[in-house]
């Protein structure tokens, strides 16, 4: 079945550094795919999604490229700060309304 | 607008007792959906409600399991009678109806610990 994997945490880092979380798939046909993020005592939010591939989401200066040759969907920031602590969650969409998730990464930056 | 809500936030009982939660979706959403965390794993599906009808209620685990939608509003989750396997995070999330993916909107969880 369908299924993400992303690399474990925790994530630890100094405020202004690169972030990357490697985020890979398997799934039947070309998914859309999500990285969601939870932050302390809050939902699940949404924060970028890419429907095809070699689409880019992007938010809050995250960004993230859909590729179907890797079958990844790396999470990538320039320069993290503090409030970017948090728990982030790669997923894919199976058929129309199922979400399957990989297991998150807890990441914290220090200031 | 407020957005889903789920009750309790916590809840901690014993093995063989039962639980109840809650949730209640953004108003005028059609779909809602059940996810749960264990463990710290990855989350995953349990079903899916358009309005009252369940959809898909492929990831329930076993039949201690009920969740119902009466009037397509809230909706609750009966773990009946609980295990200890059954700790973790349960979610609850919401999107509009239409043709296409509309966005989920997660509710904070609730914390279910099982002794």
């Known amino acids: 079945g369908d299924s993400v994997t992303q690399m474990e945490g925790p994530v630890t880092l100094s405020e202004e550094a690169f972030l990357t979380i490697n985020c890979t798939y398997t799934?039947?046909?070309?998914?859309?795919l999500f990285w969601y993020v939870q932050y302390p005592g809050e939902g699940l939010q949404l924060l970028l999604k890419a429907t095809k591939a070699d689409d880019k989401g992007s938010n809050k200066g995250f960004e993230a490229t859909y590729r179907k040759e890797t079958t990844s969907f790396h999470l990538e920031k320039g320069s993290v700060q503090v409030s970017d602590s948090a728990v982030y969650f790669c997923?894919?969409?199976?058929?129309?309304?199922?979400?399957?998730f990989g297991q998150g990464t807890r990441l914290t930056i220090n200031p | 607008e407020a957005g889903v809500t789920q009750f309790p936030s916590h809840s901690v009982i014993e093995k063989g007792q039962t639980v109840t939660l809650r949730c209640d979706p953004i108003s005028g959403h059609d779909n809602l959906y059940w996810y749960r965390r264990v463990m710290g794993k990855e989350i995953k599906f349990l079903l899916h409600f358009v309005k009252e009808s369940k959809q898909d209620e492929s990831g329930m685990p076993n039949n201690r399991f009920l969740a119902e939608r009466t009037g397509g509003t809230y909706s609750t989750l009966k773990v009946q009678p609980a295990e200890l396997e059954d700790s973790g995070v349960y979610f609850c999330a919401s999107s509009h109806r239409g043709h296409r993916y509309n966005e989920q909107f997660f509710g904070p969880g609730t914390r279910l610990t099982v002794l």
């Open positions: 997923a894919l969409l199976q058929g129309a309304q199922k979400l399957v």
């Open positions: 799934a039947t046909g070309y998914p859309s």
